[in-house]
């Protein structure tokens, strides 16, 4: 039996992910932007070890989310589920920081260097990481007009990058990447064509299964299937320089 924490779990992929390591009989801890939202997590919540609560587009309440998981103990695993995609602006978080930025790419930079090191991190990137840039001169959209598909396109770069560079720095940690492909949740949309069981498993057996296949490090993954990633995710210079870019941003040093 594994403990894993899953940001963004009141629905959609992180719901999903959760249901089925509850279900599996693991100690999950879930979490909730807010109290309100807590609210859809009623039927889930009373199986799990304990839910969080905290906006991940704030880095105030991304400090308090960490310190409430580190409150329940170690982590097995932490699945780096929430996001967010098309927003009509930037969105300026309360420090200042694009929403898409904050949520998709410093909050996990931050949990991932302020949750006491787990065993296993898996990250939620997207087939969009292709369309991403390596450039990280305005990766906060502070000069640039803002586009939200490209700024989504970033992050998910980003997210993707930031774990390959977990994988190369701590030899002791499983750290993945995973598209779980365009999946029908309110993110997604009805229409989307993609398989919404097969985007969240993929996650939860990279979080907890024994398998020889799934206990592997600095991979990119579809549906349990390992595919090459942009080649700036696997670049070290360009790990490293995205890492101290993050740093500038947060205050936060991970390595």
Same mark, same amino acid.
Request: charged share 25%.
């Given at each position: 039996m594994a403990r894993i924490f899953v940001t963004g779990s009141t629905e959609g992929l992180g719901r999903a992910a959760a249901q089925t390591l509850l279900r599996e009989g693991h100690e999950v801890v879930l979490h909730a932007r807010s109290a309100a939202r807590a609210a859809a997590l009623a039927e889930l919540a009373p199986r799990a070890l304990g839910t969080v609560v905290g906006d991940l587009a704030s880095a105030a309440e991304t400090r308090t989310i960490a310190d409430q998981v580190n409150a329940l103990g170690r982590m097995d695993a932490v699945i780096h589920n929430a996001g967010l995609y098309a927003t009509p602006d930037r969105q300026p978080t309360p420090e200042g920081h694009a929403g898409i930025v904050a949520v998709n790419t410093l909050a996990p930079f931050m949990l991932t260097a302020l949750i006491e090191r787990p065993g296993r991190l898996v990250y939620l990137s997207s087939g969009m990481h292709r369309g991403g840039s390596r450039a990280l001169h305005d990766i906060d959209w502070r000069e640039r007009r803002w586009d939200a598909t490209r700024a989504y396109s970033d992050s998910k770069l980003h997210v993707a990058t930031l774990a390959f560079a977990v994988a190369r720095h701590?030899? !002791?940690?499983?750290?993945?990447?995973?598209?779980?492909?365009?999946?029908?949740?309110?993110?997604?949309?009805?229409?989307?064509?993609?398989?919404?069981?097969k985007g969240h498993l993929t996650q939860t057996w990279l979080a907890v299964s024994e398998d020889p296949a799934a206990k592997v490090s600095g991979r990119y993954w579809h549906h349990r299937r390992q595919q090459a990633?942009?080649?700036?995710?696997? !670049?070290?210079?360009?790990? !490293?320089?995205l890492v101290e870019r993050l740093t500038q941003l947060t205050g936060v040093s991970l390595f």
């Open positions: 701590w030899p !002791d940690v499983l750290s993945n990447a995973v598209d779980p492909g365009w999946v029908p949740t309110r993110m997604g949309g009805p229409g989307a064509p993609d398989d919404l069981e990633p942009a080649p700036d995710v696997s !670049d070290a210079d360009f790990q !490293d320089a």
